[in-house]
């Protein structure tokens, strides 16, 4: 499966958006899709998951602020992120079974 993660941008800290996971094929609403993300000298983080049933589960250090929802209609997984901080800045990638997205930077300013 093809994933295109796309969404990303410049924010100010405590500002909002919203990442999509865009999958080729239908076959998207059977499996679970996972969020990660690369900071600059971090390693590579879960941010979370969705399962293809919709439960979902995200890292301690954005619980509370990011949340995980799927469109199986539209074959897209989204990553709602707000109250960003700087520490948020980061490239965000999809992944699902042994696919992955190309990535979308995100970046917070102070």
């Known amino acids: 499966v093809q994933l295109q993660a796309s969404g990303g941008g410049l924010v100010q800290a405590g500002g909002s958006l919203r990442l999509s996971c865009a999958a080729s094929?239908?076959?998207?609403?059977?499996?679970?899709v996972h969020w990660y993300r690369k900071a600059p000298g971090r390693q590579r983080e879960l941010v979370g998951t969705?399962?293809?049933?919709?439960?979902?589960n995200v890292a301690d250090s954005v619980k509370g602020r990011f949340t995980i929802s799927r469109d199986n209609a539209k074959n897209t997984v989204y990553l709602q992120m707000n109250s960003l901080k700087p520490e948020d800045t980061a490239v965000y990638y999809c992944?699902?079974?042994?696919?992955w997205g190309q990535g979308t930077l995100v970046t917070v300013s102070s």
């Open positions: 094929l239908t076959i998207f609403r059977f499996i679970d």
């Open positions: 992944r699902s079974l042994d696919s």
């Open positions: 969705i399962t293809n049933g919709g439960v979902t």
